[in-house]
């Protein structure tokens, strides 16, 4: 009974991509907001080839919304007259 678990949930998901992916493939999504599920891949590996995902992804972590837009600092500084979130 325990192994029924996992594969069905891998069928539901299989389903789900492949549905995605015949979607894609058909027309019923837009492309530009929806790709398939081949293209996704296919993009997150030039990304992670090329270093450019890793490159976004430590800015992401060090990300200061202050060093970004000042005025968000200003607020900030306004409100509870320290600077910081």
């Known amino acids: 009974m325990k192994r029924q678990v996992p594969?069905?949930?891998a069928a539901v998901n299989l389903v789900l991509i492949?549905?995605?992916?015949y979607g894609a493939a058909v027309g019923a999504f837009d492309p530009r907001?929806?790709?398939?599920?081949s293209?996704?891949?296919?993009?997150?590996?030039?990304?992670?080839q090329s270093g450019a995902f890793m490159a976004?992804?430590?800015?992401?972590?060090?990300f200061d919304p202050a060093s970004s837009d000042p005025s968000i600092a200003q607020r900030a500084t306004q409100q509870d007259g320290v600077g910081r979130f």
């Open 56 to 62: 976004d992804a430590s800015h992401v972590s060090s």
């Open 18 to 21: 492949g549905a995605w992916e």
């Open 7 to 9: 594969f069905t949930q």
């Open 39 to 48: 293209q996704v891949i296919l993009a997150m590996r030039g990304l992670l």
């Open 33 to 37: 907001i929806f790709p398939s599920p």
